[in-house]
Nanobody, 117 residues
Framework: QVQLVESGGGLVQAGGSLRLSCAAS????????MGWYRQAPGKQRELVAT??????NYADSVKGRFTISRDNAKNTVYLQMKSLKPEDTAVYYC????????????WGQGTQVTVSS
């Protein structure tokens, strides 16, 4: 069993910045991929960014503004968000693909990001 704890969300004005963190803990495991998804009211959950040994992947809407990074020693993934826009407003969810006997997906509790105009 793996637990994910997210932090860093909040309210910010358009053009501002926020940094999200997600720390994974629990049973012995190997992290294959970590990423961030978001869900706005009335919309489906969508990919924001992922990071793995193969590199990084970003949604077109956030390229050039968001940066995903990781600290392998701390089992933590970060999302640095700059030049935030009102359309970035959503609940942001951390996701990890781990191997703990078999491959499994785990989700964080979600953290609210609100960008005012």
């Amino acid at each position: 069993q793996v637990q994910l704890v997210e932090s860093g969300g909040g309210l910010v004005q358009a053009g501002g910045s926020l940094r999200l963190s997600c720390a994974a803990s629990g049973s012995t495991f190997t992290i294959n991929r970590m990423g961030w998804y978001r869900q706005a009211p009335g919309k489906q959950r969508e990919l924001v960014a992922t990071i793995s040994s193969g590199g990084t992947n970003y949604a077109d809407s956030v390229k050039g503004r968001f940066t995903i990074s990781r600290d392998n020693a701390k089992n933590t993934v970060y999302l640095q968000m700059k030049s935030l826009k009102p359309e970035d407003t959503a609940v942001y969810y951390c996701n990890v693909l781990v191997f703990s006997g078999r491959l499994n997906n785990y989700w964080g509790q979600g953290t609210q990001v609100t960008v005012s105009s």
